[in-house]
């Protein structure tokens, strides 16, 4: 399969406790986002990476937060000391640019229950 | 600030019925709207998107509409069918911004037999 991936699938922990989630993109694809969605809302932009480099981070993305793309590859996203405000579907897209247009292709997710 | 507003948050349609499901955005300077369809346990899968410079697109029973002037969009779907049933996001993008998506609250359709 050649789509976006992302582990783990589901995670649960307790409030406190620091959380790490990894996101495959598409191979050969330079950008790479990073998402959350919670019940019944769309998805909301956290940040993303052109490359190795990160160009862009919403006010969402607390300073708790913190995401990284070191070869340019995957990336992993991490939460420290999580709070029950954090439950969410973390979501990763990818995208080819400026061949590959403005689609930005989405991973299954990774869904974060803070108790 | 970015804003895309759509509506009905629910929509139930008999089958071979058609689905209508609107949106408006904020940000004159959008100019990309991709729609996305969201299957429960899975991530949002781009179904037809249509940028400022046209009007209308259709792809088989998909068809999405876009008064710029209004900042009106919408996607129809026709002939639905059961599998169509799923969570629809509509979404806004400045070009120049070449990054961050704007999506709406979704679209729950159901497809009843």
């Known amino acids: 399969d050649t789509g976006v991936s992302q582990n783990p699938r589901h995670k649960i922990t307790k409030r406190g406790q620091n959380v790490t989630f990894r996101c495959d993109p598409i191979?050969?694809?330079?950008?790479l986002y990073w998402y959350r969605q919670t019940l019944g809302q769309g998805p909301e932009f956290l940040t993303y990476f052109q490359n190795e480099a990160q160009l862009e981070k919403s006010r969402l993305l607390s300073d708790r937060f913190s995401a990284e793309r070191p070869k340019g590859s995957f990336s992993t996203l991490e939460i420290q000391r999580t709070e029950q405000g954090d439950s969410a579907m973390y979501l990763c897209?990818?995208?080819?640019?400026?061949?590959?247009?403005?689609?930005?292709?989405f991973g299954p997710g990774t869904r974060l229950l803070v108790l | 600030g970015e804003n895309v507003e759509q509506h009905p948050s629910t929509l139930s349609v008999q089958e071979g019925d058609s689905a209508v499901i609107k949106c408006t955005y904020s940000?004159?300077?959008?100019?990309?709207f991709p729609w996305y369809k969201q299957e429960l346990g899975k991530g949002p899968q781009l179904i037809i998107d249509?940028?400022?410079?046209?009007g209308e697109k259709k792809d088989q029973r998909i068809a999405v509409t876009l008064n710029k002037t209004a900042k009106h969009f919408s996607l129809h779907i026709t002939e639905t069918q059961p599998e169509d049933s799923a969570v629809y996001f509509c979404a806004a993008r400045r070009y120049s911004s070449a990054s961050k998506i704007i999506f709406g609250s979704g679209t729950r359709l159901s497809i009843r037999p």
């Open positions: 191979s050969e694809h330079n950008r």
């Open positions: 897209a990818s995208s080819l640019v400026p061949s590959g247009g403005e689609t930005q292709y």
């Open positions: 249509i940028r400022s410079n046209v």
């Open positions: 940000d004159s300077a959008s100019n990309y």
